[in-house]
């Protein structure tokens, strides 16, 4: 079984940054793709970004290029979303995923495992 569990979230006005975390099993569980998911209320579930763990590469959805950066530790075992520049559209829960393997752009149903989620409001 994975643990993914989500930290970081909360309140910040417009134009702030937060830097969201992901404790996690999954790169020695043999879960190689970590991604960031965020859903608001009354929208479907959207990817952010996904690293694959092993070799560091990154994936961006365009409306967060040039103001997210996911990474992760040395040890693998917890992720990052550093989260710039933010606007009220980005409120959301933000949920950390696990997956198998890094397959092309940022499906839901590619991960397997998923955390509670951490919320992240963001004011103008």
């Known amino acids: 079984q994975v643990q993914l569990v989500e930290s970081g979230g909360g309140s910040v006005q417009a134009g702030g940054s937060l830097r969201l975390s992901c404790a996690t099993s999954?790169?020695?569980?043999?879960?190689?793709?970590m991604g960031w998911f965020r859903q608001a209320p009354g929208k479907e579930r959207e990817g952010v970004a996904r690293?694959?763990?092993?070799?560091?590469?990154?994936y961006y959805t365009d409306s967060v290029k040039g103001r997210f950066t996911i990474s992760q530790d040395n040890a693998k075992t917890t992720v990052y979303l550093q989260m710039n520049s933010l606007a009220p559209e980005d409120t959301a829960m933000y949920y950390c995923?696990?997956?198998?393997?890094?397959?092309?752009?940022?499906?839901?149903?590619?991960?397997?495992?998923w955390g509670q989620g951490t919320q992240v409001v963001v004011s103008s």
């Open positions: 995923a696990a997956g198998s393997w890094c397959y092309q752009g940022l499906r839901p149903g590619d991960f397997r495992y």
């Open positions: 999954a790169h020695a569980g043999g879960y190689y793709c």
């Open positions: 690293i694959y763990t092993p070799g560091g590469n990154t």
